[in-house]
C-alpha cells in the first residue's frame, strides 16, 4: 500500500466531505488500500458497505459457504434468489453497484485452505463470525506478514471486535498547552515519539506522533490486564467478555454452538465464571439469567446490533489508514441490555 498516488479531481469532489476531516494523503493510502473480508454475514455486510462507500481500492470476499433462507434475515446483500449460491459471489454484485470506483472481488474457496502468501496481498485483514481457534491461526498468519488484523461477531444483542495492529504509528494534532509535552510511555502500550510544534495565526499548535503497542488474539484471551483495575471499576466490566470467551471454550469442548439443554446451559454457565477468573474479574458480575440471555443470542443475528459493530469496526480500519487518530486497543464489547460498547486493553 502507498500513499503517492495522486488523488484525481473526480475523487476529490466525491470524497470532498472525508478529505476535508482526514486529508488528501489519508484518503489516498485509503485508495491503494487492499482489503480482504473473511466469512460473510450480516457484520461483513456492513463492513463492506462502510469501506467500500469510504472508497478503499479493493475488496475480496472469501467465504465457500452455500446461502440459506436464514441468511436472508439480517445481510442486507443477499435476496431471495440467492439462496443456493455462494455467498461471497452473491454479495459481490450489490457491493460493487455501492462504489463502482472500488474493485471487488469474490472468493468462494475455503479460508482454511489458503497459505501465509495469499494473506500476504492484502494490506488489511478482517475475519467475522469465526471459531477462536480460527481466529488465532489467521491472526498468527496476519503477525508474520506484518498486516494489521481485524476479528468481530454479532451475537444477536451483544457482540465484539477485536484489534491487532501489531505496532501503529499515529498523529495526532491539537493546540499546544503550557506545559512541554514530554516523549515517552504514556500508557502501557502506547508512547510518544515525535512531537512538532507549528504556528497557525496567533496560536500554537502541536502535532504528536505516538505508537502503540498491541497483543494478538492468543494473548489477548490469556491476559489479566483487567484484574488490575480497582475493585469498584472491575464489578463495572461487563459481563459479556468472558461470556465470548466461554462461548469459544464451549464450542471448543462440546463441539456444539450453543447449549440445547439445561445441562448444557449449566455447563455454559461454568465456562462463564472460569473466564472471569481467567480474566481476574468478579465472578459476581455474572448472573445466571445472564448467561442464559446470552446463550439464547448465539446464532442469531439482528441488524441494528450488526449495524453499530460494522460502523465502530469499519471507522477504526478507516483510522488505521488515515493514521490521524487513536486506534482500538484493543476489544470492544457491545452489550445490549445496557446499550454500551465499551473498550477493554487486554
Not at 433462507?69 to 449460491?85: A, T
Not at 503477525?143 to 498523529?171: E, M
Not at 498547552?177 to 500508557?187: C, D, H, V
Amino acid at each position: 500500500m502507498t500513499d503517492d498516488k495522486q488523488i484525481s479531481a473526480e475523487e476529490i469532489a466525491l470524497y470532498d466531505r472525508q478529505i476535508r476531516l482526514w486529508g488528501i494523503a489519508a484518503q489516498a493510502r485509503m485508495r491503494d488500500a487492499n482489503v480482504l473480508l473473511v466469512n460473510t454475514g450480516a457484520l461483513a455486510n456492513e463492513i463492506a458497505k462502510n469501506i467500500v462507500l469510504a472508497g478503499i481500492g479493493s475488496l475480496t470476499v472469501l467465504d465457500n459457504a452455500t446461502v440459506t433462507p436464514l441468511d436472508l434475515g439480517g445481510q442486507f446483500l443477499l435476496e431471495e434468489s440467492d439462496v443456493g449460491s455462494n455467498k461471497a459471489e452473491a454479495s459481490v454484485p450489490r457491493i460493487r453497484r455501492l462504489n463502482p470506483r472500488v474493485i471487488v472481488t469474490a472468493d468462494s474457496t475455503d479460508f482454511k485452505e489458503k497459505t501465509a502468501e495469499y494473506y500476504a496481498k492484502y494490506d488489511i485483514i478482517v475475519a467475522t463470525e469465526l471459531d477462536v481457534d480460527d481466529l488465532i491461526s489467521i491472526n498468527e498468519i496476519c503477525r508474520q506478514n506484518s498486516k494489521p488484523f481485524y476479528a468481530g461477531a454479532s451475537i444477536g444483542l451483544y457482540g465484539y471486535i477485536f484489534v491487532d495492529l501489531i505496532r501503529h504509528t499515529f498523529a495526532i494534532e491539537r493546540e499546544k498547552s503550557n506545559l512541554p509535552t514530554k516523549l515517552g510511555p504514556e500508557s502501557a502500550t502506547r508512547s510518544i515519539i515525535d512531537v512538532v510544534v507549528k504556528k497557525e495565526g496567533p496560536k500554537l499548535k502541536e502535532i504528536v506522533t505516538k505508537e502503540e503497542t498491541y497483543k494478538s488474539l492468543s494473548e489477548a484471551i490469556q491476559s489479566d490486564n483487567l484484574g488490575k483495575l480497582r475493585p469498584r471499576s472491575l464489578l463495572k466490566i461487563s459481563p459479556v467478555l468472558p461470556a465470548i470467551k466461554a462461548m469459544w471454550n464451549f464450542r471448543k469442548h462440546t463441539g456444539a454452538k450453543k447449549p440445547a439443554s439445561h445441562t448444557e446451559l449449566g455447563t455454559f454457565h461454568d465456562l462463564v465464571l472460569a473466564a472471569c477468573r481467567d480474566f481476574s474479574l468478579p465472578v459476581g458480575i455474572v448472573s445466571p439469567e445472564f448467561t442464559a440471555s446470552f446463550a439464547r443470542n448465539i446464532g442469531t443475528e439482528l441488524s441494528p446490533i450488526a449495524a453499530i459493530l460494522g460502523g465502530v469496526l469499519a471507522q477504526d480500519m478507516l483510522n488505521y489508514l488515515g493514521r490521524r487518530e487513536q486506534p482500538i486497543q484493543n476489544f470492544v464489547i457491545f452489550d445490549g441490555d445496557s446499550s454500551v460498547a465499551p473498550i477493554y486493553s487486554l
